[in-house]
């Protein structure tokens, strides 16, 4: 079992950045593949970025590419997302997410085994 628990949101104004973190517990980090999810209210849950175990593969969702970075710390057991630039059209609620199994990066929650509790980012314009 795996424990996800996010942190870091908030309220920032469009063109403002906000990093967000998320600490896992109960399973060797470094053998879970790690992504983020979004969901916006009235939309379904979306994609938006991956990373394997070391950190050699991410993968990021087309709206969010050049903008957010994910990256991880396995000594920390912590993934990161840094959101830069952010604008109106991402606020939502963030969601970690971890997968066992293979080293291969996945943009469909459902690969993922678990999920955080989800954090909220509002940008205002």
């Known amino acids: 079992q795996v424990q996800l628990v996010e942190s870091g949101g908030g309220l920032v104004q469009a063109g403002g950045p906000l990093r967000l973190s998320c600490a896992a517990s109960?399973?060797?980090?470094?053998?879970?593949?790690m992504g983020w999810f979004r969901q916006a209210p009235g939309k379904e849950r979306e994609f938006v970025a991956t990373?394997?175990?070391?950190?050699?593969?991410?993968d990021y969702a087309d709206p969010v590419k050049g903008r957010f970075t994910v990256s991880r710390s396995n000594a920390k057991n912590t993934v990161y997302l840094q959101m830069n630039s952010l604008k109106p059209e991402d606020t939502a609620v963030y969601y970690c997410?971890?997968?066992?199994?293979?080293?291969?990066?996945?943009?469909?929650?459902?690969?993922?085994?678990?999920w955080g509790q989800g954090t909220q980012v509002t940008v205002s314009s």
């Open positions: 109960g399973r060797t980090f470094s053998r879970l593949v």
């Open positions: 990373i394997s175990w070391y950190g050699s593969s991410t």
């Open positions: 997410a971890a997968r066992s199994g293979p080293n291969s990066t996945g943009r469909l929650g459902r690969e993922y085994d678990y």
